[in-house]
């Protein structure tokens, strides 16, 4: 195996790289470069391989479906009996039923009854539905002039996944549409690549675990819920630890356990430069740190690095993301930032995520230099298109504007003042969040 770039070689290679001054556009090249795929897979049921990745590409051994079939219930009879201004009369000769096959020959002038995913007797290429077609009173099928043409109605062998072509890319998440295409071609079981493991903690002092009696100066621990159950949501492994005081020593033991049992480890809290802020320090002592400020808001203190685990067999060690503590920073850091890293080690092919374009409601102020995200509304205005209104006061703090919001308005680094009326990118948040 081939060991990843070290954190210097990375930061040689980017141009104007200022671990101080990242863009968010300098943070994902970094992230990257640093963020390598797992390598390690297993085989599951398909029942258990729900937002697991696909570890190869995978063939198809049968065409889907396995015979042309009919789409509709109705009757099937050979195309090549109608004439253009005429109308047909077809007498039933037979029934055909999903499952089954027929045996019998059909003379000119003939039908069969047959159902929908049914298979199309040989010689026969057309259905009409039953609902377009009137009997007379001996019983015949009749068919008005120019209702179909040949072979409507009709699915092909085949036309979904052909035997021997590439049914699905390895990286390809298994999502519920994912799982019913492999079990389409009756596979039981699947390869995919090993669950990442990410170990979580918040740091602080006055960080209560919920269910603790409140104490003067304390708060409750959020972000721990909201961390973990992103991730949760990701399909990774959470290791979850309870909350470190900001003390260098118990920082320094909870990093280095946290690093020996994950691949990622991600600390919310003590980021920025107060005097009880340790992680970047002992990150430094057990690693390396690529960067520790970003121009961003909110999301300004975020420290990325890698802890030295010193496991045999792992010498690319951990990374760590230390996300700031106030809640919606920690949130839009793991949401615009983190997470598309988490994807890529998990193996995901690359996928960037669409931003939608929506009318902003109201004047948003803003400098260029730094990208903000904002918390928004999303809504269809009575015309039909889209527009955005933030959901008001933007503190990191408020953290009730998450469940508000459905999207965070992206106002991008070199991107001014936002006059009401204007279009603004917004990331949505799909069930993802
Ligand atoms: N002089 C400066 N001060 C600050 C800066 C700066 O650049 N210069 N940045 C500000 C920004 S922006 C943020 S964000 C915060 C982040 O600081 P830390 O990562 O060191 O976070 P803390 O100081 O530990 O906490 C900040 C805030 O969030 C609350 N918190 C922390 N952990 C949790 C948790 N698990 N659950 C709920 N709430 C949590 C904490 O009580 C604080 O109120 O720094 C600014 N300061
Ligand atoms: O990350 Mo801080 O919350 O930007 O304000």
Redesign the pocket.
Known sequence: MTLPPTLSQIAERLQGYDPEAMDVNGVQAFLAQLVQPLQESETLALDAALDRVLAQDLVSPINVPAHDNSAMDGYAFAGHQLRPGQGLRLRMAGRVLAGATWQGELQAGECLRIMTGAVMPPGLDTVVPQELTTQDADGAILLAPDLLQPGANRRRCGEDLQQGALAMAQGERLTPAALGLLASLGLAQVRVLRRLRVAYF???D??LSPGEAPRAGA??????YTVCALLRRLGVEVIEGP?VRDDPAQLSAALTRAASAADVVIT???????DA?HLRQQLQRLGEVAFWRIAMR????MAVGRLVNGQAGDEAGALLFGL????V?AMVTLIALVRPALLRMMGCRARPQPLLRAACSETLHKRPGRTEYQRGIVSTAADGSLQVRTTGHQG??VLSSMLQANGLIVLHHDQATVQAGDPVDVLMFDGAF
């Not at 708060?219 to 721990?224: E, L, P």
């Not at 919310?268 to 107060?274: E, L, N, V």
């Not at 909110?298 to 203190?301: K, T, V």
């Open positions: 918040s740091t602080g006055e960080i708060v409750y621990d959020s972000n721990r909350p919310s809290g003590g980021a920025s430069t107060g802020d909110p999301g300004r203190p700031p503590g106030n809640p920073a990191s703090g």
